[in-house]
Every structure is written in structure tokens, then in C-alpha cells.
């Protein structure tokens, strides 16, 4: 089958996306034990990864597991912060056990990603996926609530992320190209001259982005979730090697991977649950947007095209 007509088909299937449809009772479980990249620890990359061989499987009528180890003792990278989609459907994993087990390392035909923001019939898939899949344990969800509250609690806020240090170093190519800081500060200005905000939320993994916002911006204004910034061990790092990855500053300083991702996750969720948004193009920014389901007042994502596109 041409690869157009399986877009199309798995398009068809995902605009009217509802887990409680796909899943039965008498379908042979699928083990995901791998996907596209060796992952360490939690990143959107992993995420969307995985939300795509789960509706990959889905269409296919197979129940998918996922049991994709990580790094730093995390035996299974997503059910330390997710829900499993029997668990989501509210079935007992014990009725499959007497189906046939399947190994699934096919690689999807789609799956959210940095240019699913971008068109606006993928936009809608990656919404009902996340709606219907990304669903936080009950540990996972504790810790975001506890920030929300904390954090934002029923103020009117202004979500911004600004992506730097690997990718804005880097450039690799195929990623987003990421707007100016100039650019960003000055467009938050202008939206918070409206009056309709109470202050921002920052999220960077730029211990240097909090301070030059906490500069143009009232301090008090500017809301950050519990963070390890990576900047200083990240530049430390690139002295001696011309690219490293954030993943890898993290496992060879033995930063705890698991707190890490939990604190990277939330700041998504929080950015999800603003009232508005302002960010470059990014997994996480994309993620943001697809949870937040369209409830955003205003969004601006940075299109600016893909590093290595011929516009360098």
C-alpha cells in the first residue's frame, strides 16, 4: 500500500480518536519494548514516540504494553510517570492473559511531532491522542497538582518557553530553528500589556533566560517550577566535546533521572494549563499545546522553519 493512502487511513482513524472504542477484552497483547531512539530518561521525543506505536497497535487491534526501560534504575520509562492504556480503558491486564503476546517493533506510519502544530488535520490527531493516552500516574499526577496550586493556583497566566542550549547551540538539522530571545521578550511584553495577565510562567532548562526575563519583567511576576537547570553543567561539558546531548550531561553527572523527568514533565502540564502561550517550536511547546486541547485564549509558536533547510 502506498504510503499516502496508510497516512490517510491512520489520519481517518485518529480525528475521531476514543481509546474506550479500541480496547476489548479478547485482543492479543502487544509488547513495546523499544522505540526509535535509546532512550535514558523522559523527553517528549519518548513520549510521542510512544503515543504513537500505542495507536499504531491500536489500529492494528493489538493492546499495546509498553516496557521500555530507562536509565538510573527506571525499569519501565513510561509507567514511572504514565498510565498504561489498559489502565486508561479501566481494564485488568489479567483478562489478557491467556491471548497471544506480540513483539511489536514496526515502526508507525504517524506520530505527533514538531509539525503536527503546523497542519491543522494533524493538530487535531495529536489533540485526541494526548486527550485519550498521555495520562499521568497517580504519583506523576499528585506532583503537577501540587505545583499548579502552588504555582498558579486561578491566576491568570501567560505560559512562556524559550528553548536553548543543545539545539540552540547545535542547530541540528530537521529541528525547528528557535526565535530570538529579543524577539520572545518583546512579544510577552506586548501581550502583557493588555492587562488580561497576572504574570508569566517561565520554563527553560536556562538558568540565564530566568534572569534577563526577571530583568525586562517584575520579578515577582515571573513563576518557575522546581528546576535543576542543566546551563552550567551543559557549557562544562562542551569544553572538552564539540556535541553533547542534555540526556548525557545528566547520566555522567548522575543527576537523578527520575526527578528530572518528573520536573520536566510538570513544567509541560503547567504550560498546558495557562491561559495563553508564547514559545519556539519545540516537543515540549507542541506538547503543551496538544494538552491544553484548545483552550488557550491566544498561542504563538515561532515558525520560522527547520535548521538546515538552506535558509542558514
Not at 494533524?122 to 499548579?148: F, G, H, S, W
Not at 530566568?210 to 537547570?229: D, G, M, V, W
Not at 566535546?241 to 537523578?256: A, H, K, P, Q
Request: hydrophobic share 35%.
Amino acid at each position: 500500500m502506498h504510503y499516502m493512502e496508510e497516512y490517510m487511513q491512520r489520519m481517518l482513524f485518529l480525528m475521531d480518536f476514543h481509546i474506550e472504542r479500541c480496547v476489548r477484552g479478547d485482543m492479543p497483547i502487544c509488547h513495546i519494548t523499544k522505540g526509535f531512539f535509546d532512550y535514558k530518561s523522559l523527553n517528549m521525543c519518548f513520549v510521542n514516540d510512544m503515543v504513537a506505536r500505542i495507536a499504531e497497535c491500536l489500529y492494528r487491534c493489538y493492546l499495546p504494553v509498553i516496557e521500555v526501560p530507562g536509565a538510573d534504575g527506571i525499569e519501565n520509562l513510561w509507567t514511572t510517570y504514565f498510565k498504561q492504556p489498559h489502565e486508561i480503558a479501566g481494564l485488568d491486564l489479567r483478562i489478557f492473559e491467556n491471548k497471544v503476546d506480540h513483539f511489536y517493533e514496526m515502526d508507525p506510519i504517524w506520530g505527533p511531532g514538531y509539525k503536527a502544530n503546523l497542519i491543522p488535520r494533524e493538530l487535531m490527531c495529536a489533540t485526541n491522542l494526548y486527550r485519550e493516552l498521555v495520562k499521568p500516574n497517580d504519583t506523576t499526577a499528585e506532583y503537577i497538582e501540587k505545583e499548579q496550586r502552588e504555582l498558579i493556583g486561578d491566576k491568570s497566566i501567560l505560559g512562556v518557553l524559550v528553548r536553548g542550549t543543545d539545539l540552540g547551540v547545535d542547530h541540528p538539522k530537521d529541528h525547528p530553528r528557535q526565535p530570538d530571545l529579543e524577539q520572545v521578550l518583546s512579544d510577552v511584553e506586548e501581550v502583557l500589556s493588555t492587562g488580561e495577565f497576572d504574570g508569566i510562567y517561565l520554563a527553560s532548562e536556562e538558568d540565564k533566560a530566568e534572569e534577563i526575563f526577571c530583568k525586562r519583567f517584575p520579578a515577582e511576576s515571573i513563576l518557575t517550577n522546581k528546576r535543576h537547570y542543566l546551563t552550567e553543567t551543559y557549557y562544562e561539558a562542551r569544553k572538552t566535546r564539540d556535541i553533547i546531548g542534555l540526556t548525557d550531561v545528566m547520566v555522567e553527572n548522575r543527576m537523578d533521572l527520575y526527578t528530572y523527568g518528573l520536573e520536566y514533565l510538570s513544567s509541560i502540564f503547567l504550560l498546558s494549563k495557562c491561559n495563553a502561550l508564547i514559545a519556539g517550536n519545540t516537543l515540549g511547546s507542541s506538547a503543551a499545546l496538544f494538552l491544553n486541547q484548545g483552550r488557550y485564549q491566544m498561542h504563538k509558536l515561532y515558525d520560522l522553519g527547520f535548521y538546515g533547510d538552506g535558509q542558514d
